[in-house]
Protein backbone atom coordinates (compact mmCIF):
# COMPACT_ATOMS: atom_id res chain seq x y z
CA UNK A 1 0.00 0.00 0.00
CA UNK A 2 2.38 2.92 -1.05
CA UNK A 3 5.46 1.44 1.07
CA UNK A 4 8.43 1.74 -1.31
CA UNK A 5 10.20 -1.28 -1.04
CA UNK A 6 13.42 -2.13 -0.73
CA UNK A 7 14.05 0.69 2.00
CA UNK A 8 16.54 0.66 4.63
CA UNK A 9 16.31 2.86 7.57
CA UNK A 10 18.40 4.81 9.63
CA UNK A 11 17.94 4.18 13.61
CA UNK A 12 19.34 4.22 16.92
CA UNK A 13 19.96 1.50 19.24
CA UNK A 14 17.29 2.04 22.46
CA UNK A 15 16.49 -0.10 24.99
CA UNK A 16 12.52 0.03 24.42
CA UNK A 17 13.22 -1.52 20.99
CA UNK A 18 16.45 -3.30 21.56
CA UNK A 19 15.34 -6.93 22.14
CA UNK A 20 12.73 -6.34 18.80
CA UNK A 21 15.74 -5.81 16.75
CA UNK A 22 17.82 -8.90 18.60
CA UNK A 23 14.93 -11.02 17.73
CA UNK A 24 15.12 -10.19 14.17
CA UNK A 25 18.87 -10.81 13.95
CA UNK A 26 20.42 -7.45 14.31
CA UNK A 27 23.86 -7.20 15.82
CA UNK A 28 23.50 -4.88 19.42
CA UNK A 29 26.51 -2.56 19.48
CA UNK A 30 25.74 0.01 22.19
CA UNK A 31 22.85 2.00 23.16
CA UNK A 32 22.86 5.31 20.72
CA UNK A 33 24.75 3.69 18.11
CA UNK A 34 23.12 4.25 14.54
CA UNK A 35 21.99 0.57 12.42
CA UNK A 36 20.28 -0.07 9.13
CA UNK A 37 17.11 -1.98 9.21
CA UNK A 38 14.60 -3.14 6.47
CA UNK A 39 11.77 -0.90 6.76
CA UNK A 40 9.10 -4.13 7.45
CA UNK A 41 11.46 -4.40 10.34
CA UNK A 42 10.50 -1.15 12.44
CA UNK A 43 8.77 -2.14 15.83
CA UNK A 44 5.09 -0.69 15.64
CA UNK A 45 5.17 2.45 17.54
CA UNK A 46 8.21 3.64 15.59
CA UNK A 47 8.20 7.27 14.75
CA UNK A 48 11.21 7.01 12.17
CA UNK A 49 10.14 8.40 8.67
CA UNK A 50 9.62 6.49 5.90
CA UNK A 51 9.09 6.63 2.33
CA UNK A 52 5.26 6.50 0.67
CA UNK A 53 4.65 6.56 -2.87
CA UNK A 54 1.00 7.65 -4.04
CA UNK A 55 -0.57 5.01 -5.77
CA UNK A 56 -2.47 8.03 -7.71
CA UNK A 57 -0.37 10.11 -8.53
CA UNK A 58 2.93 8.31 -7.72
CA UNK A 59 4.25 11.67 -5.53
CA UNK A 60 6.76 10.19 -2.49
CA UNK A 61 5.57 11.24 0.99
CA UNK A 62 7.67 11.38 3.89
CA UNK A 63 5.32 9.64 6.60
CA UNK A 64 6.03 8.23 10.26
CA UNK A 65 5.86 4.30 10.47
CA UNK A 66 3.27 3.86 12.83
CA UNK A 67 0.89 6.34 11.01
CA UNK A 68 1.87 4.16 8.04
CA UNK A 69 0.54 1.40 9.84
CA UNK A 70 -2.79 2.88 10.85
CA UNK A 71 -3.71 3.77 7.02
CA UNK A 72 -6.68 1.32 5.62
CA UNK A 73 -7.17 0.14 2.32
CA UNK A 74 -5.35 -1.26 -0.25
CA UNK A 75 -3.87 1.59 -1.89
CA UNK A 76 -2.40 5.21 -0.45
CA UNK A 77 -3.61 8.42 -1.57
CA UNK A 78 -1.89 11.26 -0.66
CA UNK A 79 -3.23 14.50 0.82
CA UNK A 80 -2.81 16.49 -2.54
CA UNK A 81 -4.87 13.71 -5.03
CA UNK A 82 -7.61 13.33 -1.99
CA UNK A 83 -8.98 16.52 -2.62
CA UNK A 84 -10.02 15.16 -6.01
CA UNK A 85 -11.21 11.81 -5.01
CA UNK A 86 -13.78 10.07 -2.71
CA UNK A 87 -13.63 7.35 -0.35
CA UNK A 88 -15.50 3.96 -1.27
CA UNK A 89 -14.91 0.51 -1.42
CA UNK A 90 -14.71 -1.78 -4.23
CA UNK A 91 -16.39 -5.15 -4.82
CA UNK A 92 -14.42 -7.31 -2.08
CA UNK A 93 -15.06 -4.31 0.34
CA UNK A 94 -11.25 -3.06 0.65
CA UNK A 95 -11.33 1.08 1.00
CA UNK A 96 -10.39 2.91 -2.34
CA UNK A 97 -10.36 5.94 -3.44
CA UNK A 98 -12.24 7.07 -7.07
CA UNK A 99 -11.94 10.07 -9.11
CA UNK A 100 -14.12 12.67 -8.68
CA UNK A 101 -14.09 14.38 -12.52
CA UNK A 102 -15.16 18.23 -11.01
CA UNK A 103 -12.33 18.06 -8.81
CA UNK A 104 -10.06 17.49 -11.85
CA UNK A 105 -8.60 20.38 -13.22
CA UNK A 106 -8.00 18.51 -16.90
CA UNK A 107 -11.68 17.32 -16.95
CA UNK A 108 -13.09 20.33 -15.94
CA UNK A 109 -11.44 22.63 -18.33
CA UNK A 110 -12.08 20.65 -21.29
CA UNK A 111 -15.89 20.39 -20.09
CA UNK A 112 -16.28 24.28 -19.07
CA UNK A 113 -13.64 25.59 -21.23
CA UNK A 114 -12.88 23.69 -24.71
CA UNK A 115 -16.46 22.34 -24.64
CA UNK A 116 -17.32 25.41 -23.65
CA UNK A 117 -20.67 24.31 -21.41
CA UNK A 118 -22.61 26.03 -18.96
CA UNK A 119 -21.58 25.61 -15.14
CA UNK A 120 -25.06 24.64 -13.94
CA UNK A 121 -24.87 21.67 -17.19
CA UNK A 122 -21.88 20.63 -15.46
CA UNK A 123 -23.20 20.59 -12.01
CA UNK A 124 -26.35 18.80 -12.51
CA UNK A 125 -24.33 16.32 -14.77
CA UNK A 126 -22.28 15.90 -11.30
CA UNK A 127 -24.90 16.12 -8.85
CA UNK A 128 -23.77 18.98 -7.19
CA UNK A 129 -24.95 22.72 -6.73
CA UNK A 130 -23.63 25.31 -8.92
CA UNK A 131 -22.04 27.19 -6.00
CA UNK A 132 -20.33 23.81 -5.25
CA UNK A 133 -18.93 23.68 -9.20
CA UNK A 134 -17.59 27.05 -9.00
CA UNK A 135 -15.38 27.15 -5.88
CA UNK A 136 -13.65 24.28 -7.89
CA UNK A 137 -13.52 26.32 -10.73
CA UNK A 138 -11.59 29.00 -9.12
CA UNK A 139 -9.65 26.51 -6.49
CA UNK A 140 -8.03 25.12 -9.68
CA UNK A 141 -7.23 28.36 -11.55
CA UNK A 142 -9.29 27.39 -14.70
CA UNK A 143 -9.45 31.05 -16.72
CA UNK A 144 -12.78 33.35 -16.34
CA UNK A 145 -14.88 32.91 -19.68
CA UNK A 146 -17.83 35.75 -20.51
CA UNK A 147 -20.83 35.42 -18.58
CA UNK A 148 -24.30 36.60 -19.45
CA UNK A 149 -23.99 39.39 -17.45
CA UNK A 150 -21.07 41.03 -18.85
CA UNK A 151 -23.24 43.11 -20.60
CA UNK A 152 -25.46 44.16 -18.18
CA UNK A 153 -23.41 47.12 -17.53
CA UNK A 154 -24.65 49.56 -14.41
CA UNK A 155 -25.55 52.21 -17.04
CA UNK A 156 -27.44 49.69 -18.84
CA UNK A 157 -29.26 48.11 -16.07
CA UNK A 158 -30.02 51.82 -14.45
CA UNK A 159 -31.59 52.35 -18.11
CA UNK A 160 -33.95 49.33 -18.11
CA UNK A 161 -34.74 49.47 -14.59
CA UNK A 162 -35.09 53.32 -13.74
CA UNK A 163 -35.66 54.63 -16.74
CA UNK A 164 -37.89 52.39 -18.71
CA UNK A 165 -39.26 50.84 -15.86
CA UNK A 166 -38.54 47.30 -17.01
CA UNK A 167 -39.51 44.57 -13.73
CA UNK A 168 -36.58 42.06 -13.00
CA UNK A 169 -38.18 39.63 -14.68
CA UNK A 170 -38.73 41.62 -18.45
CA UNK A 171 -34.70 42.27 -18.25
CA UNK A 172 -33.50 38.95 -17.14
CA UNK A 173 -35.13 37.32 -20.15
CA UNK A 174 -33.81 40.01 -21.96
CA UNK A 175 -30.35 38.43 -21.04
CA UNK A 176 -31.28 35.60 -20.30
CA UNK A 177 -30.71 34.66 -17.10
CA UNK A 178 -32.64 34.38 -13.96
CA UNK A 179 -34.46 37.47 -11.84
CA UNK A 180 -32.46 36.76 -8.73
CA UNK A 181 -29.35 37.70 -10.66
CA UNK A 182 -31.13 40.62 -11.84
CA UNK A 183 -32.06 41.91 -8.07
CA UNK A 184 -28.21 40.95 -7.38
CA UNK A 185 -26.81 43.24 -9.99
CA UNK A 186 -29.10 46.09 -8.59
CA UNK A 187 -27.96 45.78 -5.00
CA UNK A 188 -24.25 45.53 -5.99
CA UNK A 189 -24.83 48.82 -8.41
CA UNK A 190 -26.23 50.64 -5.58
CA UNK A 191 -29.55 51.00 -7.99
CA UNK A 192 -32.12 51.82 -5.62
CA UNK A 193 -35.70 49.87 -6.31
CA UNK A 194 -39.17 50.81 -6.35
CA UNK A 195 -41.61 51.79 -3.75
CA UNK A 196 -44.76 49.25 -3.87
CA UNK A 197 -46.82 52.41 -4.78
CA UNK A 198 -44.46 53.03 -7.31
CA UNK A 199 -44.08 49.46 -8.65
CA UNK A 200 -47.85 49.14 -9.06
CA UNK A 201 -48.53 52.44 -10.36
CA UNK A 202 -46.23 51.35 -13.37
CA UNK A 203 -47.90 47.92 -13.56
CA UNK A 204 -51.26 49.72 -13.66
CA UNK A 205 -50.74 53.07 -15.95
CA UNK A 206 -48.13 52.28 -17.97
CA UNK A 207 -48.03 48.34 -18.57
CA UNK A 208 -51.84 48.28 -19.04
CA UNK A 209 -52.51 46.36 -16.03
CA UNK A 210 -55.47 48.01 -15.08
CA UNK A 211 -56.79 47.16 -18.04
CA UNK A 212 -56.45 43.53 -17.62
CA UNK A 213 -58.07 44.33 -14.20
CA UNK A 214 -60.57 46.34 -15.45
CA UNK A 215 -61.62 43.27 -18.09
CA UNK A 216 -61.68 40.62 -15.56
CA UNK A 217 -63.66 42.79 -13.27
CA UNK A 218 -65.98 44.12 -15.99
CA UNK A 219 -67.59 40.37 -16.52
CA UNK A 220 -70.19 38.93 -14.36
CA UNK A 221 -68.32 35.17 -14.52
CA UNK A 222 -65.14 36.79 -12.97
CA UNK A 223 -66.96 38.63 -10.38
CA UNK A 224 -68.58 35.40 -9.62
CA UNK A 225 -65.50 33.76 -9.57
CA UNK A 226 -63.61 36.31 -7.44
CA UNK A 227 -66.72 36.16 -4.49
CA UNK A 228 -66.46 32.60 -4.64
CA UNK A 229 -62.78 32.12 -4.17
CA UNK A 230 -63.29 34.44 -0.95
CA UNK A 231 -65.82 32.60 0.33
CA UNK A 232 -64.35 29.05 -0.21
CA UNK A 233 -67.44 27.90 -2.20
CA UNK A 234 -67.54 26.36 -5.38
CA UNK A 235 -68.35 27.78 -8.56
CA UNK A 236 -71.66 25.91 -8.72
CA UNK A 237 -72.65 26.47 -5.17
CA UNK A 238 -73.04 30.37 -5.91
CA UNK A 239 -75.95 31.85 -4.23
CA UNK A 240 -75.45 35.24 -4.57
CA UNK A 241 -73.02 38.11 -3.81
CA UNK A 242 -72.48 38.20 -0.37
CA UNK A 243 -71.55 41.80 -0.28
CA UNK A 244 -73.59 44.80 -1.49
CA UNK A 245 -73.37 46.17 -5.44
CA UNK A 246 -72.27 49.96 -3.38
CA UNK A 247 -69.47 47.73 -1.73
CA UNK A 248 -67.88 46.51 -4.73
CA UNK A 249 -68.07 49.24 -6.61
CA UNK A 250 -65.85 50.95 -3.60
CA UNK A 251 -63.33 48.19 -4.30
CA UNK A 252 -62.76 47.85 -7.98
CA UNK A 253 -60.02 49.73 -9.35
CA UNK A 254 -62.33 52.64 -10.63
CA UNK A 255 -62.87 53.97 -7.34
CA UNK A 256 -59.16 53.46 -6.63
CA UNK A 257 -58.06 55.43 -9.55
CA UNK A 258 -60.36 57.56 -8.83
CA UNK A 259 -59.59 58.57 -5.27
CA UNK A 260 -55.57 58.83 -6.79
CA UNK A 261 -56.94 61.21 -8.83
CA UNK A 262 -58.28 63.37 -6.02
CA UNK A 263 -55.81 63.42 -3.99
CA UNK A 264 -53.52 64.31 -6.47
CA UNK A 265 -55.65 67.07 -7.57
CA UNK A 266 -55.64 68.84 -3.80
CA UNK A 267 -52.09 68.36 -3.75
CA UNK A 268 -52.62 65.70 -0.59
CA UNK A 269 -53.59 67.64 1.23
CA UNK A 270 -57.32 68.56 3.34
CA UNK A 271 -59.31 71.08 1.71
CA UNK A 272 -60.60 71.82 5.30
CA UNK A 273 -58.02 72.05 7.81
CA UNK A 274 -55.27 72.08 5.28
CA UNK A 275 -53.38 69.63 6.36
CA UNK A 276 -51.23 67.37 4.23
CA UNK A 277 -50.54 63.92 3.85
CA UNK A 278 -51.35 61.62 6.59
CA UNK A 279 -54.73 59.25 6.80
CA UNK A 280 -56.62 61.03 4.06
CA UNK A 281 -60.23 60.37 2.56
CA UNK A 282 -61.81 61.24 -0.67
CA UNK A 283 -65.51 62.48 -0.20
CA UNK A 284 -67.87 62.47 -2.80
CA UNK A 285 -69.63 65.88 -3.00
CA UNK A 286 -73.28 64.07 -4.85
CA UNK A 287 -73.61 61.28 -2.57
CA UNK A 288 -72.19 57.93 -3.76
CA UNK A 289 -75.67 55.83 -3.42
CA UNK A 290 -77.75 58.31 -5.03
CA UNK A 291 -75.60 59.61 -8.69
CA UNK A 292 -74.34 56.95 -9.93
CA UNK A 293 -72.79 58.40 -13.55
CA UNK A 294 -70.87 60.71 -10.71
CA UNK A 295 -69.47 58.04 -8.74
CA UNK A 296 -65.84 58.36 -10.42
CA UNK A 297 -66.03 61.77 -12.22
CA UNK A 298 -62.69 63.51 -10.01
CA UNK A 299 -64.85 66.91 -10.07
CA UNK A 300 -67.39 65.16 -7.79
CA UNK A 301 -64.48 64.45 -5.26
CA UNK A 302 -62.65 66.34 -2.35
CA UNK A 303 -59.70 65.88 0.10
CA UNK A 304 -60.66 65.14 3.64
CA UNK A 305 -58.11 63.99 6.59
CA UNK A 306 -59.70 61.48 8.84
CA UNK A 307 -60.95 64.00 11.64
CA UNK A 308 -62.45 66.24 9.61
CA UNK A 309 -64.23 63.19 7.88
CA UNK A 310 -64.94 60.75 9.71
CA UNK A 311 -68.16 60.17 11.92
CA UNK A 312 -66.48 58.93 15.11
CA UNK A 313 -64.41 62.06 15.54
CA UNK A 314 -66.12 65.23 17.00
CA UNK A 315 -67.14 67.71 15.16
CA UNK A 316 -66.17 65.97 11.95
CA UNK A 317 -68.35 66.19 8.47
CA UNK A 318 -70.34 63.19 8.90
CA UNK A 319 -70.65 63.43 12.69
CA UNK A 320 -72.36 66.77 11.76
CA UNK A 321 -74.31 65.82 8.50
CA UNK A 322 -74.85 61.43 9.23
CA UNK A 323 -73.69 59.45 6.56
CA UNK A 324 -76.35 59.61 3.88
CA UNK A 325 -77.72 61.77 1.22
CA UNK A 326 -74.50 63.94 1.75
CA UNK A 327 -74.73 67.31 -0.34
CA UNK A 328 -72.34 69.80 -1.80
CA UNK A 329 -74.01 72.34 -0.14
CA UNK A 330 -72.85 70.91 3.34
CA UNK A 331 -69.85 70.27 2.06
CA UNK A 332 -69.32 74.28 1.10
CA UNK A 333 -70.70 74.96 4.60
CA UNK A 334 -68.81 72.40 6.64
CA UNK A 335 -65.44 73.98 5.11
CA UNK A 336 -66.74 77.81 6.07
CA UNK A 337 -67.65 77.20 9.70
CA UNK A 338 -64.66 75.03 10.29
CA UNK A 339 -62.80 77.93 8.79
CA UNK A 340 -64.20 80.62 11.23
CA UNK A 341 -63.37 78.48 14.17
CA UNK A 342 -59.71 78.35 12.68
CA UNK A 343 -59.75 82.29 12.67
Known amino acids: ?15 TSRQHYIDLGYNYTSIGDLFEVDVEDLSKGSTNVVKIKCDYCENIVDMEWKQYLNLRGSTYCCPKCIKHKKKTKDENGNLIYVEIPYRNRDWLYNEYIIKN ?33 DKLTKEILYDLYRVQHKSSLEIAKMFDITDGAVLYWLRKYNIPSYSISEAVNFYLYEKGGIEKARENQSTMENRIKSSCRQRGISFEDFDGFAVTEQHMARNNTYYKEWK ?10 CQCCGKRGGNLNAHHLYNFSEYEDLRYDVDNGITFCEHCHLIN ?9 GEKGNTPEQVYEFIKMRQKEAV
Open 117 to 149: REAADIAKQCGIHQRTLREWISMLDLPNKPTKT
Open 313 to 321: YPNSFHSIY
Open 260 to 269: NKVFKRDNYT
Open 1 to 15: MGLILPQKIKIKWAT
